[in-house]
């Protein structure tokens, strides 16, 4: 038996058979936000590829307060891509550090994945020493990185056990990126033990809970935000964990560490002044006595 064609009257007509028609085609079409989300990505890449200057999207949306040329949509983008490093960050934060810090900064230990950009640019600053530990694999380095390794300079340690140095080695510890890789289990010796190891405090780099979709603000913290990369897995062991402001200062409690709000004032009003704003959450902890 043939089937009867569907009459357009009817489908148009009856409320009942449109209302199941709305229905049926909503529950088959994609979230509403997943559509927003993709438009919103196709724009952002559009835009920086044709326009090369983000001026594309400056008229799409002025009424963002967005830096949208060079290195802040690039900015942008990564942020969206959640590739965004805080050890990137580290280097751009040098000069403040220097004015909050004084001369603490004349010798650092950094802590951290690609360990050695940042003490071969801290190396750079007058009357600086610098030394670096690099807690993963180092086999994609460059020849200038394995140089640092092969000096003593730079060391490629496991943080998950004791760093090899004396208590009070280092005026200055930085950390970035490290602590993210980390599960609470191992999270509570090794910050420690930085603490440990430093004399006048530790400055911790870590990942934004919500580092993406700054366009839309009100979706901050939606989860699925920031998937985790296979690379991501294989380099670290394990997806990086990003925690909120609440958590940490939970956890410094917890373990005893106490935030040095001095030198976060004089971190915050250089970083004023020089109109620095991070991408990651920056903490200041002191030294244990």
């Given at each position: 038996?043939?089937?009867?064609?569907?009459?357009?009257?009817?489908?148009?007509?009856?409320?009942?058979?449109?209302?199941?028609?709305?229905?049926?085609?909503?529950?088959?079409?994609?979230?509403?936000?997943?559509?927003?989300?993709?438009?919103?990505?196709?724009?952002?890449?559009?835009?920086?590829?044709?326009?090369?200057?983000?001026?594309?999207?400056?008229?799409?949306?002025?009424?963002?307060?967005?830096?949208?040329?060079?290195?802040?949509?690039?900015?942008?983008?990564?942020?969206?891509?959640?590739?965004?490093?805080?050890?990137?960050?580290?280097?751009?934060?040098?000069?403040?550090?220097?004015?909050?810090?004084?001369?603490?900064?004349?010798?650092?230990?950094?802590?951290?994945?690609?360990?050695?950009?940042?003490?071969?640019?801290?190396?750079?600053?007058?009357?600086?020493?610098?030394?670096?530990?690099?807690?993963?694999?180092?086999?994609?380095?460059?020849?200038?990185?394995?140089?640092?390794?092969?000096?003593?300079?730079?060391r490629v340690a496991d943080i998950k056990f004791p760093l090899p140095y004396r208590p009070k080695s280092f005026p200055l510890v930085i950390v970035s990126d490290a602590l993210d890789y980390l599960s609470p289990r191992y999270l509570n010796k090794t910050?420690?033990?930085?603490?440990?190891?430093?004399?006048?405090?530790?400055?911790?780099?870590?990942?934004?809970?919500?580092?993406?979709?700054?366009?839309?603000?009100?979706?901050?913290?939606?989860?699925?935000?920031?998937?985790?990369?296979?690379?991501?897995?294989?380099?670290?062991?394990?997806?990086?964990?990003?925690?909120?402001?609440?958590?940490?200062?939970?956890?410094?409690?917890?373990?005893?560490?106490?935030?040095?709000?001095?030198?976060?004032?004089?971190?915050?009003?250089?970083?004023?002044?020089?109109?620095?704003?991070?991408?990651?959450?920056?903490?200041?902890?002191?030294?244990y006595s």
């Open positions: 038996m043939s089937r009867r064609p569907v009459n357009p009257s009817r489908r148009y007509g009856d409320a009942g058979s449109g209302a199941a028609l709305f229905s049926l085609s909503k529950s088959r079409s994609p979230p509403f936000l997943s559509i927003v989300l993709t438009v919103l990505g196709v724009l952002l890449i559009v835009a920086y590829f044709h326009s090369g200057s983000g001026s594309g999207l400056k008229h799409c949306f002025p009424e963002l307060k967005v830096n949208w040329s060079g290195s802040g949509l690039k900015s942008i983008v990564s942020r969206v891509e959640g590739d965004f490093s805080c050890t990137y960050e580290v280097l751009r934060a040098i000069p403040i550090l220097k004015k909050a810090y004084g001369g603490g900064i004349q010798k650092v230990l950094h802590v951290g994945p690609d360990s050695c950009s940042v003490v071969a640019n801290l190396l750079k600053e007058e009357e600086t020493e610098a030394w670096g530990v690099e807690p993963y694999d180092i086999e994609d380095a460059d020849a200038n990185c394995k140089r640092l390794v092969r000096n003593g300079i730079v910050l420690p033990d930085f603490a440990r190891v430093s004399a006048d405090g530790v400055v911790v780099f870590t990942g934004k809970r919500s580092l993406s979709f700054i366009l839309i603000p009100e979706l901050a913290g939606f989860p699925g935000q920031r998937k985790a990369k296979a690379a991501d897995v294989s380099k670290y062991g394990r997806a990086a964990k990003l925690r909120s402001p609440t958590w940490w200062a939970r956890y410094f409690v917890q373990t005893s560490l106490e935030e040095n709000e001095a030198a976060a004032k004089k971190f915050g009003s250089a970083a004023e002044k020089s109109s620095y704003a991070p991408n990651c959450q920056i903490f200041h902890l002191r030294s």
